[in-house]
């Protein structure tokens, strides 16, 4: 039945050429205009995996709690000392919120008076015991330097050190560091050089931590997610701000951004990076192949046209059905490109065979028809359901792709009967005189008949052999690893996991109240897997009463210096010069130069320092005490805090812990190295125990992980299942659908052995590689088991080979253009494809036949009747290729236009049981 339908609509389009041509054309362009009209992709990665599942409910539950926090930016700026990223992170947060066209809101974490006043109190009492005597030793310094901010003040103050050195108050080694970075300094500006100098460490004789270099800027910007990056409008806002502002690294700034939005528009760049090449590559790469496979240009143009005409209607196909494209389904193109022109390449290479046995256009259209009808329709049929599979999973983004693709293959096999015939029935593509196929493989062929139990042997001991692989077989769960960590956002984020404190791998749980909170978190500090939580709670410090008692102090003795009411006027240069003068004098005084290096260079940096010119001197004033101004507005603000109470926190801070309901969040941080994948699940299921509403990073990996795999696991089982009642009911024998199935199955297993020995793990990217290995391959396995059924005996050096093997490079062609991909998902995708689809090719072309062996032999007491073909000019039966050489000219004239009567077939009939030679003088089909 499959075969009369396609002789008829390949009749019917051979027929009317020019009315298909025009009819395709018409599709096409509206297709064409309909996908211009409503092409749109949604860069929402969060859309990719079903919301119907509990662990996705969670994660939007508490989306719906703390909004400010979902789809955010986050700015980290680090700064060469506390004083530069501390003034830059306000001066940034203040601009930005003026921004208002692209951003929406703006938040200084952990910054504000809030912090400002407060900052001491959420030290030990240990630690504000040690912070409050360093400022009281520096009290003259800071003094001095409240008093007259300047370079003569600063003079002056560094005075105090070697005098506070002899009189045996400070030791010289504390304050060696800084002075020996001081002098740096000072060398650097007095040439000309960018130089930072952070005065906290001048004062308190310690480097500052990482954790003081670094400020955070929480943004919300607004997104558009009618563009391809969403949020590319803000973060140029903020990069201009930046800029426009000399926040620079060569000014000891650096403005960094990363979260969900950068990272989302930067990893589409990433894929977008070198499409282009990869496009014209792979279009370069098929039209060779083409070439090779088809030698006429004619028939290059009619596949190369099926091919744009087919993606066209597909792609218009794909809108209408899932309104818009996402991140995965958007590769239907590059499949359809590698997997739809295998269908016009069977046709073709069928078209050229038909075509050296008969030259009679017509006719070798319609045997071509003949040919293809089954294997053609089956190979569709397959890969659509290898497709389809992935329907029913959860995985949304791969379910998009399975409908868009599975219905391109539909496409792709509808133009092959159709607008391909009328093409080649336009273009009329010359003769063939060359018989097709590889003619020098026969000995292979029979080679492998010889021996084919020792081969059919070896193969299964190697592929047994490398089963203990699959204990080495590795997944990597880690979806950082499938981003290029050459892109900002990515690399300031595994720079931010490098820190306990400023890791994003945190999880959270949402609870009734802050009650409920305290008290869970009180249980999860308790896991050896969690190294900390941060609840509203958290923001109230623990024995205030002492604390504040000893900041009381120290301010009582600091205060009256700091708010000094008095400030000396700006001195002259030359008062300037002399007391660097003088200052460098005291260091020399000590009689400590010779021992102390760090003496020896603040002295020489202040003499040269006073030698400078009036502007030289201004500018370098203007860069070493800028920040001085902001440390001692610190400081004044760190001596004056306010008992905190949880009812008295700041409204911003509250809001982030505690939604508009009353419902509280708990901020969960991991123990131990956070790349670790097992770490991470021991991690989340530790949490999960105390606390089944959990969320957050690493439970979302681990369940997404589950998702994922489950959906691609169920996607091939029902592959497997739906092709093989798909072959069952075309080939009605249990044997034929196993020599079709099992060397699939072992390429599979191949497949995998080999990802071992090559290291390349799976991922959640390339696993959709092994679905689609299934529908993909199956195609070429179908095309071999229905040639030998039909009694081809030399299947290597039959054209069907050479059908099959340059389908595949242009499979591969379009595999290689995704390996070729700056992202490295996409790139890991495409080798995984091509290594699976050359495992494919090699099971379908050299183990195939050989575990076929040969062909069932017809009855000669029943041989078929040959079917009348309703055709405009029926095609005459063709010969093997092996015996071609056999035919006669005259033989071949008189079956040229002739249509044998019921009498002639009657009597080849009857000679068929005879003499097959003979049978084949009259033409008859072996």
């Given amino acids: ?147 007259d901010p300047t370079l003569r003040g600063l003079a002056h103050a560094l005075a105090f050190i070697p005098r506070g050195v002899q009189e045996g108050a400070i030791e010289s080694k504390d304050f060696a560091k800084p002075l020996s970075l001081l002098s740096t300094t000072i060398d650097a500006l007095l040439v000309g050089a960018p130089a930072a100098f952070s005065w906290n460490e001048l004062m308190t004789g310690k480097a500052p931590a990482p954790r003081e270099l670094r400020r955070f800027i929480r943004v919300k910007p607004i997104l558009d997610f009618d563009a391809l990056q969403p949020g590319a409008a803000a973060s140029e806002a903020i990069r201009k701000t930046a800029a426009k502002l000399g926040l620079s690294p060569d000014k000891g700034v650096s403005v960094r951004l990363t979260g969900p939005v950068a990272m989302a528009d930067e990893e589409f760049g990433t894929v977008a990076d070198g499409a282009l090449l990869n496009v014209v590559f792979t279009v370069a790469a098929v039209l060779l192949i083409l070439w090779l496979a088809l030698r006429s240009a004619r028939l290059m143009l009619a596949v190369m046209l099926c091919l744009f005409v087919g993606l066209a209607i597909t792609s218009a196909i794909g809108l209408a059905m899932v309104s818009a494209l996402n991140l995965i389904s958007v590769a239907f193109a590059v499949l359809f490109v590698g997997i739809g022109v295998d269908f016009g390449i069977q046709v073709a290479v069928r078209y050229r065979k038909e075509r050296h046995l008969d030259n009679d256009l017509a006719r070798a259209l319609a045997a071509t028809a003949a040919g293809i009808a089954r294997p053609l329709t089956l190979a569709a049929a397959a890969t659509a359901a290898g497709f389809y599979a992935f329907l029913p999973t959860d995985y949304r983004g791969v379910s998009e792709l399975g409908l868009i693709s599975g219905t391109g293959m539909i496409v792709a096999f509808v133009i092959s009967v159709t607008l391909l015939p009328a093409l080649l029935m336009l273009l009329k593509p010359p003769s063939e005189p060359e018989p097709i196929g590889y003619r020098r493989l026969a000995p292979v062929d029979r080679f492998m008949a010889r021996h084919r139990v020792p081969i059919l042997v070896i193969a299964a001991l190697a592929i047994a052999a490398g089963l203990p692989l699959f204990k080495q077989l590795k997944f990597d769960f880690n979806p950082l690893n499938l981003r290029s960590a050459k892109v900002e956002s990515v690399a300031t984020l595994l720079d931010l996991m490098k820190d306990p404190e400023t890791t994003p791998n945190v999880i959270n749980v949402l609870t009734a109240s802050t009650d409920e909170a305290h008290s869970i978190a009180q249980r999860l500090d308790k896991l050896p897997e969690v190294s900390g939580t941060v609840t509203l709670q958290s923001f109230v410090p623990k024995d205030q009463d002492q604390k504040l008692t000893i900041i009381a102090d120290a301010e009582a003795l600091l205060g009256p210096t700091l708010d000094s009411p008095e400030v000396k006027a700006p001195p002259s240069d030359n008062e300037t010069r002399q007391a660097l003068s003088d200052a460098a004098d005291a260091f020399l005084a000590t009689g400590q130069a010779q021992e102390t290096t760090a003496n020896a260079d603040i002295a020489r940096s202040l003499k040269a320092l006073a030698q400078a010119n009036g502007a030289r001197l201004a500018s370098i004033e203007n860069t070493l ?76 990996i681990q369940e997404s992980a589950k998702t994922i795999v489950s959906a691609f696991l169920q996607a091939g089982a029902l592959a497997l299942i739906v092709i093989t009642l798909t072959l069952f009911l075309v080939l009605r024998r249990p044997s034929d659908v196993l020599v079709t199935l099992v060397p699939l199955l072992l390429a599979g297993v191949v497949t995998l052995e080999l990802t071992v020995l090559l290291g390349l793990p799976l991922n959640f990217a390339n696993i959709i590689a092994l679905p689609l290995l299934l529908g993909v391959g199956v195609a070429f396995k179908i095309y071999y088991v229905l040639a030998w059924r039909e009694g081809e005996t030399s299947l290597l050096a039959s054209a069907l080979t050479r059908a099959v093997l340059f389908s595949a490079m242009t499979t591969a062609s379009a595999f290689a253009s995704l390996w070729l991909s700056n992202h490295p998902g996409t790139s890991s995708m495409g080798k995984l494809l091509s290594l699976s689809l050359a495992t494919t090719l090699v099971a379908a072309v050299l183990f195939q036949p050989i575990l076929m062996g040969p062909p069932r032999q017809v009855k000669e007491a029943e041989p078929p009747a040959p079917q009348p073909v309703p055709v405009p000019a029926v095609p005459q039966p063709a010969m093997s290729e092996e015996d ?19 009498s002639r077939r009657f009597i080849i009939s009857g000679l068929r049981t005879i003499s097959p030679t003979m049978a084949a003088i009259f033409g008859a089909r072996k």
């Fill in 1 to 147: 039945m499959i075969e009369k339908v396609i002789i008829k609509v390949v009749s019917a389009c051979c027929r009317r050429p020019a009315l298909t041509l025009i009819l395709a054309v018409v599709i096409a362009f509206g297709a064409a205009a309909f996908t211009c009209a409503n092409f749109a992709i949604d860069t929402d990665t969060s859309q990719l995996i079903s919301s119907q599942l509990p662990w996705r409910q969670r994660e939007l539950q508490l989306d719906r709690a703390f909004p400010q926090q979902v789809d955010t930016l986050l700015v980290v700026v680090d700064g060469a000392t506390p004083e530069l990223a501390d003034s830059a992170a306000k001066t940034m947060a203040a601009a930005l919120a003026k921004e208002r066209a692209h951003i929406g809101a703006v938040d200084e974490a952990e910054a504000g008076p809030f912090f400002d006043h407060n900052g001491l109190l959420f030290l030990s009492v240990e630690q504000v015991r040690q912070t409050t005597e360093q400022l009281i030793r520096a009290q003259p310094f800071l003094g001095t330097l409240a008093t």
């Fill in 625 to 700: 005490l800028s920040g001085l101004k902001l440390r001692l507005e610190q400081i004044r603000a760190s001596l004056q805090p306010e008992r905190v109470m949880l009812a008295q926190l700041p409204q911003d801070l509250t809001r982030d812990w505690v939604s508009e309901d009353g419902r509280a969040r708990i901020e969960v941080r991991p123990n131990g190295n956070q790349n670790d994948n097992a770490t991470m699940q021991r991690f989340a299921a530790a949490v999960l125990q105390v606390a089944p509403e959990a969320t957050g990073t690493p439970i979302l």
């Fill in 884 to 902: 071609q050489p056999a035919k006669s000219r005259r033989s071949r004239k008189k079956r040229k236009n002739s249509t044998p009567s019921r």
